[in-house]
């Protein structure tokens, strides 16, 4: 079921040809999705408290990693959310898109001065100057956005408001103009125990949001994107009554419980190795503009993967990096 998780249809189709189909809210597809996600995190938050503090995936100092290097580690963090973040954001204002390939910006004045705040925002996180200035700008940016193309669609993309949370409450890190200021890039103490768990969440929130809009609630537009892409790998297993409607319900359950599993905050790094592989299975065959969409993911993704379950001592951690840094 890996070819489609995490797939945008609608950076390759005109979704206006496909708008949501919000009477699907109470269709027995819906009830079993969620019945399937809902079940699977609900063992897991179980699971979880069962066994304790112990991870099934070990992390960087269970490997042998010493705890002042996983520090240091932690303290480059932002430095690699902010360049993943900030090449999409860049390139979008250029292209007059709104962070995303289906986000057509008018052209008008607002269109325009969207635009031009991604390009700021994006040499904001790059280079790491002002970054707390970008992050706001970011986030007021989004908000424009879901004034523009309405809430639903910005909301699918909610996880960049936990860009812009991260980036304000962590600074931009080592290797920043920032630095140059001597306190604008290091954290702020009182945001920092809130930082990876508001990223997480809205991550897991956007994942959850587009398993419905583009998958469970939407299922001509994954039939149609299907045609085109086959990715459908069923019927060559010989379970051909798996047919294109069928997979994209199974994608969007699927989709659906890894977003979910994502915002309870358990076995996170387990669920993000799970992840790893489908999530990049599409990019040889979609190239470029799945690439560029899914680079700040990637960020995020990398950021989890070490962090793990969040505890306290990982938010101490990442102050005392950047102390370090200064």
């Known amino acids: 079921m890996s070819h489609g998780l995490w797939l945008h249809e609608r950076w390759f189709l005109d979704d206006r040809l496909y708008p949501v189909q919000f009477e699907q809210a109470v269709s027995p597809v819906t009830w079993f999705a969620l019945g399937i996600a809902l079940a699977t995190t609900i063992v897991a938050v179980l699971v979880r408290r069962m066994i304790g503090r112990r991870s099934l995936i070990p992390g960087p100092t269970a490997l042998g990693m010493t705890w002042e290097n996983y520090e240091r580690l932690l303290s480059w963090m932002p430095l690699v959310i902010g360049l993943h973040a900030g090449v999409t954001l860049l390139v979008s204002g250029v292209n007059a898109r709104l962070f995303v390939p289906n986000l057509q910006l008018p052209w008008h004045f607002v269109g325009g001065l969207l635009g031009l705040a991604q390009i700021g925002v994006g040499l904001s996180f790059m280079y790491g100057a002002l970054t707390r200035v970008g992050a706001v700008v970011l ?116 989709e659906l419980t890894l977003g979910m599993l994502l915002m309870s905050g358990v076995f996170v790094r387990l669920f993000i190795l799970l992840a790893w592989v489908p999530f990049n299975l599409t990019l040889p065959f979609l190239g470029w503009s799945e690439l560029l969409g899914h680079l700040p993911l990637y960020g995020i993704m990398g950021l989890l993967l070490i962090w793990g379950d969040d505890r306290p001592e990982k938010e101490r951690a990442m102050v005392a990096g950047a102390e370090e840094q200064t």
């Open 139 to 254: 986030a007021l940016t989004w908000l424009g956005g879901a004034f523009l193309f309405g809430p639903l669609r910005l909301t699918e993309h909610v996880f960049l408001l936990g860009i812009a949370f991260f980036l304000f409450a962590s600074g931009r890190g080592p290797l920043s103009l920032d630095m140059a200021m001597e306190k604008l890039h290091k954290p702020y103490e009182r945001l920092t125990p809130y930082a990876v768990p508001v990223l997480r969440t809205l991550t897991g929130l956007s994942i959850v949001v587009l398993a419905f809009t583009e998958k469970l609630w939407n299922v001509p537009m994954g039939v149609a994107f299907l045609a085109d892409h086959q990715f459908n790998f069923f019927p060559a297993l010989g379970l051909d009554q798996i047919d294109d409607a069928t997979f994209v319900v199974l994608m969007g359950t699927l």
